[in-house]
């Protein structure tokens, strides 16, 4: 005797949420980043804003919208050359503020993962032309170290179906940067309409800290 097929719908295979929520500031990037293929997202230390856009390219990686998580960052003419390993091994201890909110955002071993896979991919600033990205959400952490050349240099490389994350704070600018800094320009596009651009008021490290800069600055 046949027998009768299972036509139970069963629930599709999603996952897991991410283990952090993001607060309203953050939320408002979120829109902006689904509105404007090129976004910038500013805030001082422990703003959050590392966070809000790790947790956005998740998420919008989660919804199969684009294939790979693109990280890179200005290396300030460090030479990469004389570190050991390969050249992931040579820039983890640069973009460990973006891994470490990867792993806050979907834990350690998943994040390892998506690395190995190539889901998760890590290049210098420096050596990106030539390259294009196709359907990526970059995140550009640290923008603010970079000159107004590096800058158009990393903008030009988005591609088909991609996004692109500026993360920096013009309160962070590295020395050997200076007045060399594409803040500057970057600030022209703020009411462009071409670009969406959200700046991240919270603190969410230790309170103190907000008072001592302020102690610090007004000597």
């Known amino acids: 005797m046949a027998k009768t097929p299972n036509t139970e719908k069963r629930p599709l295979k999603t996952e897991p949420k991410l ?21 910038f997202l500013l805030g001082d230390f422990g703003s959050g804003k590392s966070l809000a856009a790790v947790h956005t390219a998740l998420s919008s990686f989660r919804k199969k919208q684009f294939d790979n998580i693109w990280i890179t960052r200005p290396m300030i003419k460090n030479n990469l050359g004389a570190l050991p390993g390969e050249l992931e091994d040579k820039l983890s201890p640069y973009i460990f ?47 603010q170290d970079t000159n107004d050349e590096d800058f158009r240099t990393i903008l030009t490389r988005l591609g088909s179906g991609s996004k692109m994350i500026f993360c920096g704070s013009k309160q962070q600018i590295a020395r050997q940067i200076g007045k060399v800094s594409c803040l500057k320009e970057i600030f022209r596009l703020e009411n462009s309409g071409l ?23 007004s000597e």
């Open 19 to 39: 283990k952090v929520d993001l607060n309203e500031e953050q939320k408002e990037f979120v829109k902006l980043f689904y509105e404007y293929d090129v976004n």
């Open 195 to 217: 670009v969406g651009f959200k700046t991240l008021t919270a603190n969410h490290r230790n309170p103190i800290l907000t008072e001592i800069i302020k102690y610090l600055e």
């Open 97 to 143: 503020p973006i891994i470490q909110n990867l792993e806050v955002c979907q834990g350690k071993e998943m994040t390892e993962k998506m690395q190995k896979e190539g889901l998760i991919k890590i290049m210098p600033i420096e050596v990106a032309k030539g390259v294009t990205f196709i359907k990526s959400v970059v995140i550009v952490d640290e923008f």
